[in-house]
């Protein structure tokens, strides 16, 4: 009985570390896939919900290029922070107004910029 459970714990601890070495192999791989799932969904949203005085093509252009900027990994993480809670607290009862879009449109224009 003994064997079989130190062989379970064996192959378990065997599996979290190839999985632990896995990930930070892949990490900027994963990192990659987060960030354009988290912004392709955002983007929807504020798609969804923009004014009319806001173009369609300027919204895709602005997620685009925080996009490309995060991937270059030269961004002010407070910045990114900011806009996170900002489209969090907009979206908590899961619609957004014009200008709380209008507010993320600013912010992720300010964030590429800088």
Same mark, same amino acid.
């Given at each position: 009985?003994?064997?079989? =459970?130190?062989? %379970?714990?064996?192959? &378990?601890? !065997? #599996?979290? %570390? !190839?999985?632990?070495?896995? %990930?930070?192999? +892949?990490?900027?791989?994963?990192? +990659? /896939?987060?960030?354009?799932?988290? &912004?392709?969904?955002?983007?929807?949203?504020? #798609?969804? +919900?923009?004014?009319? +005085?806001?173009?369609?093509?300027? !919204?895709?252009?602005? /997620?685009?290029?925080?996009?490309?900027?995060?991937?270059?990994?030269?961004?002010?993480?407070?910045?990114?922070?900011?806009?996170?809670?900002? /489209?969090?607290?907009?979206?908590?009862?899961?619609? =957004?107004?014009?200008?709380?879009?209008? #507010?993320?449109?600013?912010?992720?224009?300010? /964030?590429?910029?800088?």
């Amino acid at each position: 009985m003994k064997k079989v =459970l130190l062989t %379970i714990l064996g192959v &378990f601890v !065997v #599996l979290i %570390i !190839v999985g632990v070495v896995w %990930i930070y192999m +892949n990490k900027e791989k994963i990192t +990659n /896939f987060a960030v354009e799932k988290g &912004f392709t969904a955002m983007e929807s949203a504020v #798609l969804q +919900n923009s004014p009319s +005085n806001i173009s369609e093509d300027e !919204v895709k252009k602005v /997620f685009e290029e925080t996009v490309a900027k995060i991937k270059s990994g030269d961004f002010d993480k407070e910045k990114m922070k900011t806009i996170a809670t900002t /489209f969090q607290t907009s979206f908590q009862d899961q619609k =957004l107004d014009s200008t709380e879009v209008v #507010l993320i449109i600013k912010e992720l224009k300010d /964030f590429v910029e800088e």
